[in-house]
């Protein structure tokens, strides 16, 4: 039925123009916004709609996984850039820089400013 189909994801922000900076000159993506008030955010191939919602409340899990060839240069980057890494109790093998590794594939979340959670993580090779 949806075969041909392009899909999308999309999530809410309570602040727009917060999220086009981050998503655009924090990340590097092609953040762009749409004449009905949502941003479009470009990843390799796909899209991600954005959007604000007043009574916004963040996302507990993931919404956005960056795969990446290389972890650690990814959180450098990314710390670099002023983005704080999320730390979960209970989740073992984080080592000092919030990447997990050791269980599945190596990871590491932060938060987007409206507080929903993203990754990078390196899948080994298949």
Not at 41 to 66: E, S
Not at 105 to 118: K, R, T, Y
């Given at each position: 039925?949806?075969?041909?189909?392009?899909?999308?994801?999309?999530?809410?922000?309570?602040?727009?123009?917060?999220?086009?900076?981050?998503?655009?000159?924090?990340?590097?993506?092609?953040?762009?916004?749409?004449?009905?008030?949502?941003?479009?955010?470009?990843?390799?191939?796909?899209?991600?709609?954005?959007?604000?919602?007043?009574?916004?409340?963040?996302?507990?899990?993931?919404?956005?996984?960056?795969?990446?060839?290389?972890?650690?240069?990814?959180?450098?980057?990314?710390?670099a850039r002023g983005v704080e890494m999320l730390r979960y109790e209970g989740i073992p093998?984080?080592?000092?820089?919030?990447?997990?590794?050791?269980?599945?594939?190596?990871?590491?979340?932060?938060?987007?400013?409206?507080?929903?959670?993203?990754?990078?993580?390196?899948?080994?090779?298949?």
């Open positions: 039925m949806f075969g041909g189909v392009e899909a999308f994801s999309s999530f809410s922000v309570d602040d727009i123009e917060e999220a086009r900076r981050f998503y655009g000159e924090v990340l590097g993506l092609e953040a762009q916004m749409l004449d009905m008030g949502v941003l479009q955010v470009r990843h390799g191939g796909g899209v991600v709609m954005v959007y604000p919602k007043p009574d916004h409340a963040p996302a507990t899990f993931t919404v956005l996984n960056f795969p990446v060839d290389d972890i650690d240069a990814a959180v450098d980057g990314l710390t093998g984080a080592d000092e820089r919030g990447v997990h590794r050791g269980q599945g594939p190596e990871i590491a979340w932060f938060a987007d400013p409206a507080g929903n959670v993203l990754s990078v993580l390196r899948v080994p090779d298949a």
